[in-house]
């Protein structure tokens, strides 16, 4: 067994490594992902490993990158292409949308599109306007497209891993504010299907259920919560699309009652659609309604406001205590 203790980041490129030593038709390609290893350093090393051939530095267009990489799929290449930050990935959306998520079906299941889009995403950085964002609801909504998001460095070592060797497209959602968080990660462990949710905490009073960056919030506000006598379960949802809808209602019907909590905005946010589904599967088995904490709906504010927009652990335990009030 081989553990080491990894920061998210360096996970992604142990992972990014992994794939492209055991494949030589994996590609990188990304502003800046090349010589400086990305803003992040996510890709460092790569470029000097692999060289300029398969580790590409591109223009700043986004569109043209994904747009390349589709070219790329088609002919048996599986591209792994970054999105510098949350806000820049619009510009590509047309050709995620129109053509990478629906190519498969256009074709009648002939072609594959084995395309991953990295995106960091997400807040508490300080960064400005367009590089805190998290716009994940917006693919999820998009058939054809999978879209998942780690919270700990084993999960982001394992499902890059998962999502480069699948043959649909997957949208990689990197929790930004969590890259330097360390965890340990087994290189030799058998990993959990990509889109399957897992427990993290066990609980019996309440079911809350997150996804990359808010699931250490979550867990933080369980731990807070046991102070004072409750039960908290977390779930980490690690996918958004498909969501693993069993491993929710099994926890709910266990437990009576569900918070959902994301830094997207509530509104139209992942939490809505789960909300509407496990309203319809465990109706029965609820205590309280089902309730959700997330960002509010206006444009991502200017850094020193930040911790005001973004669901902490005071709103999280709020929620929890107005879900046990009922």
Known sequence: ?????????????????????????????????????????VTDGLFKDFGEDRVIDTPLAESGIVGTAIGLALRGYRPVVEIQFDGFVFPAYDQIVTQLAKMHARALGKIKLPVVVRIPYGGGIGAVEHH????????????????????????????????????????????????????????????????????????????????GPMVKVCLEAAAAAQEEGKSIEVLDLRSMSPIDFDAVQASV????????????????GAGA????????????????????VGGYHAPYPPARLEEEYLPGLDRVLDAVDRSLAY
């Not at 992604?12 to 794939?19: P, V, W």
């Not at 805190?132 to 998001?149: Q, R, Y």
């Not at 990197?174 to 959990?192: L, N």
């Open 253 to 268: 019907e266990r437990t009576g009652r569900l918070v959902v909590a994301h830094e997207a905005p509530v509104f139209y």
């Open 273 to 292: 659609e789960i909300a509407a589904r496990i309203t319809e599967r465990c109706f029965y088995h609820l205590e309280a309604p089902v309730l959700r």
């Open 1 to 41: 067994m081989t553990v080491q203790k990894l920061p998210i980041a360096k996970a992604i490129n142990e992972s990014l490594r992994k794939a492209m030593e055991t494949d030589p038709k994996v590609l990188i390609m990304g502003e800046d992902v090349g010589k400086l290893g990305g803003v992040f350093r």
């Open 132 to 211: 805190s964002e998290s716009p994940e609801a917006l693919f999820a909504h998009v058939a054809g497209l999978k879209v998942v998001s780690p919270s700990n460095a084993s999960d982001a070592y394992w499902m890059m891993q998962q999502a480069i060797q699948c043959d649909d497209p997957v949208i990689f959602f990197e929790p930004k504010r969590r890259y330097w968080d360390k965890g340990d990660v087994d290189t030799d462990a058998i990993p959990e299907p990509l889109h399957k949710a897992r427990t993290v905490r066990d609980g019996s009073d309440l079911t809350l259920v997150a996804y």
